[in-house]
């Protein structure tokens, strides 16, 4: 797999991209749980549009993944975006940290730390922490609408998988009802679809305007995410 890569013209997506310093970029994947039925959650929508954006943590490189909940839908709206799926994937999550339940806004940062979405000097510190511990390389490349991933050793114990997500930028919606209603919300990159490739290692997603791949090797129980990378 590596010499497969290694032949290619150009290896367009890695685990690391280059600020204008040119110092390295760690991956860092950070999840919200979001809903557009959630009164509190467009200040939390904002800021990972913002962390996407602006990529202010030196050291990292903001893996961004707004994925909206279905459990408010019942309030009178329901929201385009939402997945069961990701709903799930937040409750195993909570019974993992020993939470109570769940909640919107919630940020997790690499499946290690969780707080309230909304908490700008939290994300910031809880993702240069992050950036600090030690990271798989993950290598993707594109040809023409394959995408192969090269994933290097990772150290741990526990069984992983690896899972890819396919995101959307700049989504709006005018909300009629609920919470939220009168509202027009912007959102940060929502998880169009979510899965675990298994052991495959090439990929067939087309080209889409305005979305991206991103693939990550995390823990099946723990959800600890152990590297990343991103494909336009």
């Known amino acids: 797999m590596r010499l497969f ?43 990972l549009a913002r962390l996407d954006r602006d990529q202010p943590i030196a050291g990292a490189e903001v893996i961004a993944l707004e994925l909206h909940v279905d459990y408010w839908n019942y309030l009178g709206w329901s929201d385009p975006f939402s997945s ?55 290598k993707l490349a594109r040809e023409g ?32 009802a609920g919470e939220n209603r009168g509202a027009t919300l912007e959102h940060g990159p929502v998880v169009r679809s979510l899965r675990d490739v298994g052991a495959d290692r090439r990929i067939t997603q087309p080209r889409v305007a305005g979305r991206r791949v991103v693939v990550f090797v995390e823990a099946r129980d723990s959800m600890h995410v152990f590297g990343a990378a991103t494909i336009e």
């Open 5 to 47: 890569l290694a032949s290619l013209a150009c290896i367009v997506g890695t685990t690391t991209s280059f600020a204008a310093e040119g110092l390295p970029r760690v991956p860092v994947v950070v999840e919200l749980f979001s809903s557009e039925g959630c009164s509190s959650c467009p200040p939390a929508d904002s800021l």
């Open 84 to 138: 069961a799926a990701f709903t799930a994937r937040q409750r195993k999550r909570a019974q993992y940290m020993g939470n109570s339940g769940v909640y919107t806004p919630q940020m997790v940062v690499d499946g290690q730390e969780e707080f309230t979405g909304s908490r700008e000097m939290a994300a910031k510190g809880a993702i240069e922490r992050a950036a600090r511990g030690v990271h798989v390389p993950v």
């Open 145 to 176: 609408d394959a995408i192969t991933i090269d994933v290097g050793a990772i150290p741990t114990h526990e069984t992983t998988r690896v899972m890819m997500a396919v995101t959307e930028r700049g989504l709006r919606t005018n909300v009629l």
